[in-house]
């Protein structure tokens, strides 16, 4: 079973291992909603709770994907937490509090549900960061007076964006970050910015262990933009944890999980095999059963490219 940890002030406790639904708007390869449901029901077997999505995945299909899912799985709705986005379409970007309020009654459709509860705007290093601050976060905080999101959140990349908004709200304003990239084997950046986010009282989300497919086997999907000399690292790394017998993911995905100080690691699901094999990874670590070995090996394999990223979004933070 996945533990359960305290997401900053919220006072939501989140599974350490949690669901990215992104897949199930079939970006990775096709899912059907037979498959997305038994997935779905297997995550709450093993004590999943946290689902994370936006109509940004699949052009809104993940959203209805995983709202029919919940759904025909039938846990009642105080028993789960669901984040959906905002500002991010497969249109294109818009954070304004015309298109954001518009935006989550959308979404609370397609989810079949009466409120989300965090709303998180989506890549804002994609938008001008000041209106973030003062003009969507306002209108999300007139969502939260109306009951239909929880908490707020902000996602992204380049990890300055957090700290440009955060010093610029009002405390207590924004409730979560969602970082991705920033805390894997090859990236563990996203750690200088904790103690900062403590201090502030805001609730840690990190996404993609496995690096959006960086740290597999079957290594990332085409559209990925790591550099060529990343990309190589990764794979020798995995080709080496594959002749050595072990998954390069388990070991990704339990690197992540050690960090006590993030709430949850949002790791992308698409089958009842990937759930097994992510919660018993989180299983076994909390068992003590670490393979130390292995990932020496694997940080040596990655040091020459280690913290190396990708440019993304507009900003200069
Ligand atoms: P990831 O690093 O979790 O990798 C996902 C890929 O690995 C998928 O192809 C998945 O099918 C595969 N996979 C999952 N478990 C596996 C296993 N045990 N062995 C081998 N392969 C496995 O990256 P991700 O999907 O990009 O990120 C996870 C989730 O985090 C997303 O679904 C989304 O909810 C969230 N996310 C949010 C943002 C943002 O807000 N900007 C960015 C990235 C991710």
Redesign the pocket.
């Given at each position: 079973m996945a533990e359960l940890r305290s997401l900053g002030n919220t006072g939501l406790k989140l599974s350490s291992v949690?669901?990215?639904?992104?897949?199930l708007g079939s970006?990775?390869?096709p899912v059907s909603d037979e498959e997305a449901i038994a997935t779905v029901r297997e995550a709450f077997r093993l004590g999943i709770n946290f689902f994370?999505?936006?109509p940004y995945?699949g052009g809104t299909l993940?959203e209805k994907v995983l709202g029919k899912a919940l759904k025909a799985v039938g846990v009642p709705r105080n028993e789960y937490i669901v984040?959906t986005?905002c500002g991010?379409y497969k249109e294109g970007f818009d954070f304004s509090a015309e298109r954001v309020t518009k935006s989550i009654d959308e979404s609370l459709e397609r989810l079949q549900m009466d409120y989300v509860d965090i709303l998180?705007c989506?890549?804002i290093e994609f938008g001008s960061l000041d209106q973030i601050v003062n003009e969507t976060i306002p209108a999300l905080q007139k969502l939260k007076e109306a009951g239909k999101i929880r908490f707020i959140g902000i996602?992204?990349?380049p990890l300055g964006i957090f700290s440009y908004v955060l010093d610029r709200v009002p405390p207590g304003t924004v409730d979560v970050i969602?970082s991705?990239?920033h805390y894997?084997i090859n990236d563990t950046t996203l750690e200088d910015l904790i103690p900062y986010l403590k201090s502030k009282g805001v609730g840690v989300i990190s996404?993609?262990?496995?690096?959006?497919?960086?740290?597999?086997?079957?290594g990332p999907?085409e559209w990925h933009p790591a550099s060529p000399k990343l990309k190589a690292a990764c794979q020798t790394a995995a080709a080496f944890c594959k002749k050595k017998g072990k998954?390069i993911?388990?070991l990704?995905?339990q690197y992540s999980l050690c960090n006590k100080d993030i709430s949850t690691i949002?790791?992308?699901?698409?089958?009842v095999?990937?759930v097994r094999?992510?919660v018993a990874?989180a299983t076994e670590l909390a068992k003590g059963e670490k393979d130390e070995q292995t990932l020496a090996e694997v940080e040596e394999i990655l040091k020459p490219v280690k913290n190396q990223t990708w440019p993304s979004g507009i900003q200069q933070v």
């Amino acid at each position: 079973m996945a533990e359960l940890r305290s997401l900053g002030n919220t006072g939501l406790k989140l599974s350490s291992v949690g669901f990215g639904a992104s897949p199930l708007g079939s970006v990775f390869g096709p899912v059907s909603d037979e498959e997305a449901i038994a997935t779905v029901r297997e995550a709450f077997r093993l004590g999943i709770n946290f689902f994370d999505t936006s109509p940004y995945y699949g052009g809104t299909l993940s959203e209805k994907v995983l709202g029919k899912a919940l759904k025909a799985v039938g846990v009642p709705r105080n028993e789960y937490i669901v984040s959906t986005k905002c500002g991010r379409y497969k249109e294109g970007f818009d954070f304004s509090a015309e298109r954001v309020t518009k935006s989550i009654d959308e979404s609370l459709e397609r989810l079949q549900m009466d409120y989300v509860d965090i709303l998180q705007c989506h890549d804002i290093e994609f938008g001008s960061l000041d209106q973030i601050v003062n003009e969507t976060i306002p209108a999300l905080q007139k969502l939260k007076e109306a009951g239909k999101i929880r908490f707020i959140g902000i996602t992204g990349l380049p990890l300055g964006i957090f700290s440009y908004v955060l010093d610029r709200v009002p405390p207590g304003t924004v409730d979560v970050i969602l970082s991705y990239c920033h805390y894997s084997i090859n990236d563990t950046t996203l750690e200088d910015l904790i103690p900062y986010l403590k201090s502030k009282g805001v609730g840690v989300i990190s996404a993609s262990p496995l690096a959006m497919g960086l740290l597999t086997e079957s290594g990332p999907p085409e559209w990925h933009p790591a550099s060529p000399k990343l990309k190589a690292a990764c794979q020798t790394a995995a080709a080496f944890c594959k002749k050595k017998g072990k998954d390069i993911s388990k070991l990704a995905l339990q690197y992540s999980l050690c960090n006590k100080d993030i709430s949850t690691i949002l790791v992308g699901m698409k089958s009842v095999e990937q759930v097994r094999l992510n919660v018993a990874a989180a299983t076994e670590l909390a068992k003590g059963e670490k393979d130390e070995q292995t990932l020496a090996e694997v940080e040596e394999i990655l040091k020459p490219v280690k913290n190396q990223t990708w440019p993304s979004g507009i900003q200069q933070v």
